[in-house]
Nanobody, 132 residues
Framework: QVQLVESGGGSVQAGGSLRLSCATA????????FGWFRQAPGKGREGVAA????????YYSESVKGRFTISRDKAENTVNLQMDSLKPEDTAMYYC?????????????????????????WGQGTQVTVSS
């Protein structure tokens, strides 16, 4: 059974950094896509980063490219999101998500914006607040 648990959110000033971690119990296969999504109040869920095939395929939205880094630690069974140079517009609830086994290639790609509807498992979310 797949269970995703996020941690590492918090409050930080603009320009600061945070590292989010997602424990991915029951989801060790390289055939899954793992993604980080965020949702600000009154807005839809936005895919900001995704990783597939052990890291050979990485995606970043234009809004975070060059500032965020997604990685997978197979030894720790986590998917991490390093967030640097944070901006007030990064304020949102951040969610970790995973596809079902074997669906990674469908949901992920270096130029494919991850869609929430393509992901099957979700964490409870962690709040990130960036003040100016």
């Amino acid at each position: 059974q797949v269970q995703l648990v996020e941690s590492g959110g918090g409050s930080v000033q603009a320009g600061g950094s945070l590292r989010l971690s997602c424990a991915t119990a029951g989801a060790t296969s390289n055939s899954r896509c793992f993604g980080w999504f965020r949702q600000a109040p009154g807005k839809g869920r936005e895919g900001v980063a995704a990783i597939y095939a052990g890291g050979s395929s990485l995606y970043y939205s234009e809004s975070v490219k060059g500032r965020f880094t997604i990685s997978r630690d197979k030894a720790e069974n986590t998917v991490n999101l390093q967030m640097d140079s944070l901006k007030p517009e990064d304020t949102a609830m951040y969610y970790c998500a995973a596809t079902e086994y074997g669906r990674g290639a469908f949901a992920c790609g270096s130029v494919k914006t991850p869609r929430a509807a393509d992901f099957d498992h979700w964490g409870q979310g962690t709040q990130v607040t960036v003040s100016s």
